[in-house]
């Protein structure tokens, strides 16, 4: 499996997209108004002090507002909710459509995720063509139910055996 010439970019991005992972969608509230964007960039850091972080990426006309807001919320998405994850990967603003609500300090929480973090952001890194958000969990819900998975630039589902 080892070789030394050079892999292109479709070549790494393949190899990733070999990660199977859990998806996320990822609000904040913008100057326009709720704003939201799917990333599966997502990971628990530490639970004293809780912290969580997510990787938006530069080049997302989102990129801006979510590396400097105040305050965010991550939603895990369940194994019924493919279809606003797949909303948020190209539009910021499907509110119109979806069970939210806001937390006091006007972020919006999506009703009905398999698991919530309420945020606020606790520093932001540079990482290449993505920046790290770490934020301070406020508020960690969850429920019961199936993960929604991401892999190979598919939706799926966790299979117990």
């Not at 070789?3 to 990660?19: H, N, Q, S």
């Not at 009703?111 to 969990?137: E, K």
């Amino acid at each position: 499996m080892s070789r030394m010439t050079p892999f292109t970019d479709r070549e790494l991005r393949d190899a990733f997209g070999r990660f199977a992972t859990g998806v996320t969608v990822v609000t904040t509230r913008a100057e326009s108004g709720p704003l939201g964007i799917t990333a599966n960039s997502f990971a628990s850091v530490s639970l004293d002090p809780p912290l969580v972080m997510w990787l938006p990426a530069r080049a997302s006309r989102r990129f801006a507002p979510f590396t400097t807001c105040k305050t965010f919320a991550i939603h895990v998405m369940g194994a019924g909710q493919a279809e606003i994850s797949s909303g948020f990967v190209s539009e910021g603003d499907l509110f119109d459509d979806l069970d939210w609500t806001e937390a006091d300090d006007g972020t919006p929480l999506i009703s009905d995720c398999l698991a919530r973090f309420h945020c606020t952001t606790h520093a932001v890194h540079d990482a290449g063509d993505h920046a790290i958000v770490l934020g301070r969990v406020l508020d960690a819900q969850h429920r019961t139910g199936d993960p929604l998975i991401f892999s190979g630039g598919q939706y799926g589902v966790f299979a117990e055996r």
